[in-house]
C-alpha cells in the first residue's frame, strides 16, 4: 500500500544525542495512540503468525504489519555508533519503520523476523550477495533473491485463537509442560538476567546460563504447577538433557517464522547443497559502510540464523536458541 512522499521528510541528519533522546522517548511510550494517515511510501507485511497467537484487540491479532521505506532518517540510525555499540540498533530501526500502532515488545521473535526481512527489501531491494562454505568446505558467492522465503509451514490446528500457549510431553521423564513463545520483550528480559547472572555467580567459572534461563522464560507450568521457583527448580535440577532437546526441537518446529532454507549447487563438485541463509553485515550495511565501520560491535538477538563470517555474521547456537548479529574489529 504505497501512499505520497512527505517533500518535507527526511529533514536534516541527527546526531547521536538526538538519536538518544528519541529512543528513550518512544521507551517510555512503546504503544502508539493512534494510526496516522502516512504521507510516506508504506507496504503492509503479512506476519508468519498470521496474528492467532496475540490477544484479541491487539492491532497484530490481523496478522498484518504496515512499515515505511527506509530514508535517509533511518541511515542516520543505522550508522549511529551509540547505537551501534549498545546493541540496540536494529531494534530503534525498525521500530523507526513500522507505522501500525502496536506495541513492539509483543512482537513474537518470528514476526520481526519477517519485518526485518521485508524492511531491507524495501530499502536495499531483494539481492542479497553472500559468500557460502559448502559441507566440503569450499567457498563461493551467491546472489540470493530474498523474495523467494515464505513463512513455514504450520499445522493451525496446534494454535488456539489469541493464546500463547502449547502443552508438551517431555518423552523420558513423561511429565506435561505449558510452555509460550517468546517475544521481543521477553529477550531483553532475557538478556538482562543473564548479564546480571555473569557479574554475579557466573563470575569465577565463566559459564552463561542462557539456556536455563531461556527455558525458564518459556516454560508456563510443570504437570499443572505455575510457581516460578517450581518451574525454576525443575530447569536446573530435573530437566533432562533428552527431554530439553525433544522439547526444543519441537518448539522451534511450531514456532511461526520465515523459512531460510536455501539450496544451491557447488562450483566445484556439482552437487546440490542446502543450508539456512547466513546473514552477513552486508544484510543492512552496504559495503562501503562496512569499510568506513568495521570496527562496529552490534547485537541483535531473535534472528534464527546460521554461522556466518566477514566482519560481522548472526550465530545460531543450536543449544540456546540465542542469536547474535555481531562484527569483529577489523582493518579494511
Known amino acids: 500500500m504505497s501512499k505520497e512522499v512527505n517533500p518535507d521528510y527526511p529533514g536534516g541528519r541527527l546526531s547521536d544525542e538526538e538519536l538518544k533522546s528519541q529512543v528513550i522517548q518512544e ?32 492491532p497484530l491479532s490481523e496478522g498484518k504489519v504496515e512499515i ?27 521500530r523507526n519503520l513500522i507505522v501500525s500502532p502496536i506495541n513492539y515488545n509483543d ?9 526485518m526481512i521485508a524492511a531491507r527489501v524495501l530499502a536495499y531491494g531483494k539481492q542479497y550477495e553472500v559468500e557460502l562454505t559448502s559441507p566440503t568446505g569450499d567457498k563461493q558467492k551467491e546472489v540470493v533473491d530474498l523474495t523467494q522465503f515464505e513463512a513455514k509451514d504450520i499445522d493451525p490446528n496446534i494454535f488456539t ?30 538478556q538482562s538476567e543473564i548479564k546480571a ?11 552463561s546460563p542462557e539456556l536455563s534461563t531461556r527455558l525458564k522464560y518459556m516454560i508456563v507450568s510443570i504437570d499443572g504447577e505455575y510457581d516460578r521457583m517450581a518451574i525454576s527448580k525443575f530447569v536446573e535440577n530435573e ?17 511461526p517464522d520465515i523459512d531460510l532454507t536455501y539450496k544451491y549447487y557447488g562450483e566445484t563438485d556439482g ?45 545460531w547456537n543450536a543449544s540456546t536458541s540465542s542469536q547474535i548479529l555481531s562484527s569483529k574489529t577489523s582493518r579494511c
Open 239 to 255: 530437566f533432562l538433557s533428552r527431554d530439553s532437546l525433544a522439547f526444543r526441537e519441537y518448539m522451534n518446529n511450531i514456532s
Open 161 to 190: 485463537n489469541g493464546e500463547n500457549k502449547f502443552e508438551f510431553k517431555l518423552p523420558a521423564s513423561k511429565r506435561t509442560i505449558e510452555f509460550r513463545l517468546l517475544t521481543h520483550g521477553d529477550e531483553g528480559k532475557i
Open 68 to 94: 515505511k521505506y527506509m530514508t535517509a532518517k533511518e541511515e542516520d540510525i543505522l550508522t549511529s555508533q551509540n547505537l551501534i555499540k549498545n546493541g540496540t540498533v536494529i531494534d530503534v530501526l525498525l
Open 107 to 115: 512482537l513474537l521473535v518470528g514476526d520481526k523476523n519477517a519485518i
Open 27 to 58: 521507551a517510555a511510550a512503546p504503544i502508539k495512540s493512534a494510526t496516522k494517515a502516512s504521507k510516506y511510501p508504506t507496504e503492509i507485511i503479512d506476519l508468519p503468525s498470521g496474528g492467532i497467537l496475540y490477544p484479541e484487540g491487539s
Open 271 to 315: 552437487q546440490e547443497h542446502e543450508i539456512t541463509l547466513p546473514m552477513t553485515v552486508q544484510f543492512f550495511w552496504p559495503r562501503v559502510w562496512i569499510q568506513a565501520h568495521s570496527a562496529q560491535h552490534v547485537i541483535w538477538h531473535g534472528v534464527p540464523l546460521t554461522r556466518g563470517f566477514l566482519l560481522g555474521i548472526i550465530v
Open 197 to 207: 547472572n555473569k557479574k554475579s555467580r557466573n563470575r569465577i567459572n565463566g559459564v
